[in-house]
T-cell receptor, first 116, second 115 residues
Framework: AQKVTQAQTEISVVEKEDVTLDCVYE???????LFWYKQPPSGELVFLIR??????QNEISGRYSWNFQKSTSSFNFTITASQVVDSAVYFC?????????????FGEGTQLTVNP | DADVTQTPRNRITKTGKRIMLECSQT?????MYWYRQDPGLGLRLIYY???????NKGEISDGYSVSRQAQAKFSLSLESAIPNQTALYFC??????????????FGPGTRLTVL
């Protein structure tokens, strides 16, 4: 069965610090997709990134970067020079193509607080 | 206008009442999903539908039912609400995805409190 673990329940940093959110996943499928979503205090879920299992290239989008390593089953998310507006709960999620009809399995989430 | 809308946004009800949460989307997606979010547990899938005639149970479907009235509408019902169904409920939609995967787009959520 698929599983996503976000071991960091809460992280607190001071503005401008870099912060990395960890995500470890388990799957038996060879084709799968990994996602990160942001949930700000207002409550909505905002899609940040999707990665498929065939593409291990790291990705950078502004202050956000993602490191996908199949060897360690990890898909970590780094925010560079954090800002107060980055404060949110961040969810990592997994979708198995072959066995789960592309349903998402979410991790428990990491609450990030960026203090001024 | 939002692509995925949910009504109501907030609801307080009493144990034993029947409640319906509604979801509508203008994204033209075939696939729709209902999740619930509880503190410390992330989101868990209740039901999902790949088209109007295809409805499937998720990991926590007991106590819930759904109706896919049209491609754009997917409703979640609690036939007899109980307090442990107090949670934040999200509707989501996606394309089939193919090799590109299926990014799911979420509505704003419905906060349900069962007293």
């Amino acid at each position: 069965a698929q599983k996503v673990t976000q071991a960091q329940t809460e992280i607190s940093v001071v503005e401008k610090e870099d912060v990395t959110l960890d995500c470890v996943y388990e799957t038996r499928d060879t084709t799968y997709y990994l996602f990160w979503y942001k949930q700000p205090p207002s409550g909505e879920l905002v899609f940040l990134i999707r990665r498929n299992s065939f593409d291990e290239q790291n990705e950078i989008s502004g202050r956000y970067s993602w490191n996908f390593q199949k060897s360690t089953s990890s898909f970590n998310f780094t925010i560079t020079a954090s800002q107060v507006v980055d404060s949110a709960v961040y969810f990592c999620a997994l979708s198995e193509w072959e066995t789960s009809g592309s349903r998402l399995t979410f991790g428990e989430g990491t609450q990030l607080t960026v203090n001024p | 206008d939002a692509d995925v809308t949910q009504t109501p946004r907030n609801r307080i009800t009493k144990t034993g009442k029947r409640i319906m949460l509604e979801c509508s989307q203008t994204k033209g997606h075939d696939r729709m999903y209902w999740y619930r979010q509880d503190p410390g547990l992330g989101l868990r899938l209740i039901y999902y539908s790949f088209d109007v005639k295809d409805i499937n149970k998720g990991e926590i479907s007991d106590g819930y039912s759904v109706s896919r009235q049209a491609q754009a509408k997917f409703s979640l019902s609690l036939e007899s609400a109980i307090p442990n169904q107090t949670a934040l409920y999200f509707c989501a939609t996606s394309d089939p995805g193919g090799l590109g995967g299926n990014t799911q787009y979420f509505g704003p959520g419905t906060r349900l409190t069962v007293l």
